[in-house]
């Protein structure tokens, strides 16, 4: 079976693909230093960087699965209401229509933030979908119970050329602790207690280990997790595209390093990631969890 993978960021939905026996083919992308890392993980692979409103599809390889994962800064709720300039961001998916009119693949799958389905045109989009002869049919997952050790709430919506919308039979995996991709003997711990602490991470800290002692990872900016943080039992929350997760360790802490959210997404230890550590978070925080993706794959392959 042949894929392709249509923003395909750090490479998430092709190492998915991957794992299922899969021979992706073609991917793409508009932002550079995606496609470079991309390119070095899976140099077997085409590779496109250009903006995919703008592809002339004819040019792209015969494919039986399309993978994608449009921009989700327009639909995402840590955006903020949808603003006029979120257009542009929320108009890639009709990318993904342009691909399926020219190409029929047997099998779509795209991958978003759950407001996706929200979104003012999805009904549009899913007529759209429809009149090419697919089925659309969303599922909402946590990610966590396929086995991420990420608390991260997605939808999948599966496209197949069948007279109804399938319906996908997912496992509900035993949820992985955050305890298990902490690197505590690595990187650097900076004292608690220093100068220029804002009260509200001390704050965060006291309730923290009120909770569960002298070991959690806590949200260091904005919300989430309430103020205490969580317990290293549980999954870590959602890896975002900007440094979020503290880690507390006794009188230390530090920010969670790229290492480790790439062990919270669940790529493997090998897999390249930019030196400058803004761009891998950035990349980490915006792909597709292979493990989760794999799963779903692998029920689709099943099921269709």
């Not at 794992?19 to 899976?42: L, T």
């Not at 109804?164 to 990187?187: G, T």
């Not at 669940?266 to 930019?274: N, V």
């Amino acid at each position: 079976m042949k894929a392709i993978d249509l923003f395909a960021g750090l490479g998430g939905f092709t190492e998915a693909a991957s794992m299922n026996n899969i021979n992706v083919v073609w991917a793409a992308n508009h932002w550079e230093i995606a496609v470079e890392y991309h390119r070095k993980n899976h140099p077997e692979v085409a590779h496109s960087c250009q903006d995919l409103q703008q592809a002339d599809w004819h040019k792209v390889p015969a494919h039986d699965l399309l993978l994608a994962s449009p921009a989700c800064q327009g639909h995402s709720i840590a955006r903020g209401k949808e603003r006029a300039h979120h257009d542009a961001t929320r108009s890639t998916a009709w990318a993904v229509v342009s691909c399926a009119e020219v190409h029929q693949p047997k099998l779509i799958v795209v991958e978003n933030v759950t407001t996706f389905i929200h979104w003012r045109l999805f009904p549009a989009w899913k007529i759209a979908m429809k009149s090419l002869g697919y089925a659309v049919s969303p599922h909402i997952v946590d990610c966590a119970d396929l086995g991420v050790p990420q608390s991260r709430e997605r939808v999948f919506i599966v496209c197949t050329r069948s007279a109804q919308p399938i319906k996908l039979q997912l496992p509900k995996l035993q949820h992985k602790a955050v305890d298990s991709l902490i690197e505590w003997d690595q990187h650097r711990w900076k004292p608690i207690n220093k100068p220029r602490r804002s009260r509200a991470t001390l704050a965060r800290v006291a309730r923290g280990r009120e909770a569960f002692g002298s070991r959690f990872v806590m949200p260091y900016y904005g919300s989430g997790s309430g103020m205490t943080g969580r317990c290293l039992s549980r999954p870590i929350g959602t890896i975002t595209t900007r440094d979020r997760w503290a880690v507390v360790n006794g009188d230390a802490m530090r920010m969670l390093q790229p290492s480790e959210c790439r062990k919270a997404m669940t790529f493997r230890d090998d897999y390249q990631l930019p030196a400058n550590k803004r761009a891998a978070v950035h990349l980490l925080g915006n792909a597709v969890p292979p493990l989760a993706a794999s799963v779903l794959i692998q029920a689709v392959l099943t099921q269709a």
